[in-house]
Nanobody, 119 residues
Framework: QVQLVESGGGLVQAGGSLRLSCVAS????????MGWYRQAPGKQRELVAT???????NYADSVKGRFTISRDNAKNTVYLQMNSLKPDDTAVYYC?????????????WGQGTQVTVSS
């Protein structure tokens, strides 16, 4: 279906910034929403931010005002700009793309990129 490759993770001090990128390939024309999720050790995967093909966005309360999701349809890329990072933001961040076909809706996931915020 759709292949997703993330980049941009790393180690940063609290208060710093990182920008994650996710490039989609494959059946890109069927992509509806794209977004970012994260999973910290011992915790469930949680939504960070999503954006629809029409430009609508949705954020977790914990990142509102600090993170910004954007999408470049020409480059088949979605970005997550993360500012004012906190140690609680430490997690593996996964890119997600929802593909809509006649047979249904399908979630596609990237391999994940590690973000570590030191105090």
């Amino acid at each position: 279906q759709v292949q997703l490759v993330e980049s941009g993770g790393g180690l940063v001090q609290a208060g710093g910034s990182l920008r994650l990128s996710c490039v989609a390939s494959g059946r890109r024309f069927n992509i509806n929403a794209m977004g970012w999720y994260r999973q910290a050790p011992g915790k469930q995967r949680e939504l960070v931010a999503t954006t629809t093909s029409s430009g609508g966005t949705n954020y977790a309360d914990s990142v509102k005002g600090r993170f910004t999701i954007s999408r470049d349809n020409a480059k088949n890329t979605v970005y997550l700009q993360m500012n004012s990072l906190k140690p609680d933001d430490t997690a593996v961040y996964y890119c997600n793309a929802v593909v809509v076909l006649a047979s249904g809706r399908y979630n596609n996931w990237g391999q994940g990129t590690q973000v570590t915020v030191s105090s």
